[in-house]
């Protein structure tokens, strides 16, 4: 049933990323147009001020699928309704100073007004209390969600991700044409939080038989939860200042349109994220298993190219896609005025491949507790980000934020960690990238030689954007098919293919 689970879960993942990807080509810009560039710019800063309210949290998020996953392997079920009941506590009291610091956050939002409008400033001051209160009366019923994916439950935590993905749009734009505008986005997300939460919260109840239990826990393991989340707290603070600060610096600095262009180039990157996690994010609770049981650092390492692998070959495409079509499809996408978005993304696209490709590893830091260092090399990195963007802002715009968090992801997220990869955990980093330097020639000469046909191509229309597209998506996966996969791979590909071939055969041969 785990095989079971974790292939349709991955299945479901990537359904759920097509049609995630699928949905914002044709929402985005209708919202767009409906909200304008500077509320749209408005929303972003909001929700980067969110982004620092969020860190209150403290990373205890991060520790729960581990403890939850911990005591399921040992099958002591009453120590994970103790555990459920603890996170509850501890997240109930989190909620109260989410609320007192969005409260001091929406008094003193005057700081804004550099560069935003009076009324600019107060539709920042709304949506910054509505999304306080969203954030904290959810908090304490994410407990359940991690129960669910605790207990591998892949199908229904995706299939639950999917329905959310294709019903948040859709009542989005209906609020908006309600006249609504960002506060209906709001009040969207709160409503879906309202059915998501009630599911998960209902499932790990009545189908799990997981209750919380308020009685005291293990003597010090909520000492122990508070460390191991402290570095946690520390790589979401890392998250936060690569991803939240540019965008208050720009609102800050440049204004609410200078954040909508960046926040519109910044978000391809949220997409290869997406594409790249569906896997690894479903191995969490398996590589807590392996570490419990003290496997071999090579099945580790196994893991971590396997995985690595099948997460290049999709980036890659996605990557050198962007590179080639990047400045049309957001000229056809966005519209007029969003230029600078296309060298935004490529800045903050490019170099986050690596980690993206790797993300298995932090994985297995999690799994084995190993990532303090990656934690503190981040927080000190992602300083250096929020320098140099004070720096270049001013000289270079919005292009020069993006330069920054290029820099500080070279350093941190591929010289410093891959070190530690290697020489502290004993991953087979090397022989990593062995593989991947042999797979890469295809993306390469792809992304480069479309790149000038694009560019010799003047006329350009959403007709011939999508025909020349598919050319380059048939091109590319035919050359990775020969040159990029290995047998196993090949494997994953002609699986299902000979099974369609199959059933075709039968459903003929039936007729006849």
């Known amino acids: 049933m785990k095989t079971n689970q974790l292939k349709s879960g991955a299945v479901l993942s990537y ?62 079920k009453e120590q994970e309704a103790r555990i459920a009941g603890l996170f509850i506590k501890i997240y109930s009291v989190i909620c109260g100073l989410i609320l007192v610091a969005g409260f001091l956050f929406s008094c003193n939002i005057e700081i804004y007004s550099r560069s935003l409008s009076g009324q600019e400033v107060e539709t920042l001051r709304i949506l910054v209390i509505l999304m ?55 009040l ?3 409503a879906l939080n309202f059915v998501t939460y009630g599911i998960y919260t209902w499932y790990a109840i009545k189908k799990l038989g997981i209750r919380p239990d308020f009685r005291k826990a293990q003597p010090g393991l909520l000492r122990e939860i508070l460390k191991f989340s402290t570095f946690v707290f520390l790589a979401s603070m890392v998250d936060v200042l690569y991803w939240s600060t540019d965008k208050l610096i720009i609102g800050w600095a440049l204004g609410a ?20 996690t569906a896997i690894s994010g479903l191995l969490i609770p398996r590589l807590t298993n392996m570490a419990v049981n003290n496997v071999p650092r090579s099945q580790f390492t196994e893991l971590f190219i396997r ?36 060298y935004v993304a490529l800045l903050t696209m490019i170099p986050v491949t690596v980690p993206l490709i790797q993300n298995t590893g932090l994985n297995i830091l999690y799994a084995l507790n190993k990532h303090q260092f990656r934690s503190i090399v981040y927080l000190c990195i992602a300083v250096l980000n929020i320098v140099l963007t004070f720096w270049w ?50 993306m390469i000469l792809m992304g480069t030689i479309w790149y000038f046909i694009l560019d010799w191509i003047q006329t350009w229309n959403w007709l011939t954007f999508f025909a020349l597209a598919i050319v380059y998506t048939v091109l590319y996966f035919i050359l990775a098919y020969f040159f990029m996969m290995n047998p196993y791979e090949r494997s994953i590909v002609k699986a299902p293919v000979q099974k369609a071939v199959t059933k075709a055969q039968k459903i003929i041969g039936y007729k006849r």
Not at 154 to 174: D, E, H
Not at 261 to 271: E, L, P, Q
Not at 315 to 339: E, N, T
């Open 132 to 186: 306080t209160i969203n954030t904290a009366l959810f908090l304490p019923f994410s407990v359940f969600s991690s129960v669910v994916l605790a207990h591998e439950r892949y199908v229904l935590n995706k299939a639950v991700s999917m329905i959310s993905g294709v019903a948040a749009p859709l009542l989005n734009l209906l609020l908006l044409l309600c006249g609504f505008g960002s506060v209906g986005l709001v």
């Open 188 to 190: 969207s997300s709160t």
């Open 15 to 76: 359904l759920n990323l097509l049609i995630g990807n699928i949905i914002p080509f044709v929402y985005t810009p209708i919202m767009l147009r409906l909200l304008g560039q500077s509320e749209y710019g408005l929303y972003g800063i909001a929700q980067s001020i969110m982004g620092y309210i969020g860190l209150l949290n403290f990373g205890i998020g991060g520790t729960i699928v581990r403890y939850l996953s911990k005591f399921r392997s040992q099958g002591d």
């Open 307 to 342: 995985i690595g692998r099948l997460q290049f070959i999709l980036v890659s495409f996605i990557v050198s896609a962007f590179v080639a079509f990047g400045r049309q499809f957001i000229g056809l996408w966005a519209g007029a005025g969003y230029g600078e978005a296309y």
């Open 393 to 442: 802002v001013e000289r270079f715009g919005i292009v020069g934020a993006a330069m920054a968090t290029c820099v500080a992801y070279v350093i941190g997220n591929i010289i410093i960690i891959n070190w530690y990869y290697y020489a502290h955990i004993g991953l087979d980093v090397p022989q990593f990238w062995k593989n991947i330097l042999r797979m890469s020639p295809v």
């Open 257 to 276: 349109a200078a954040t909508a262009v960046y926040n519109i180039g910044a978000s391809f990157n949220t997409y290869v994220t997406g594409l790249s």
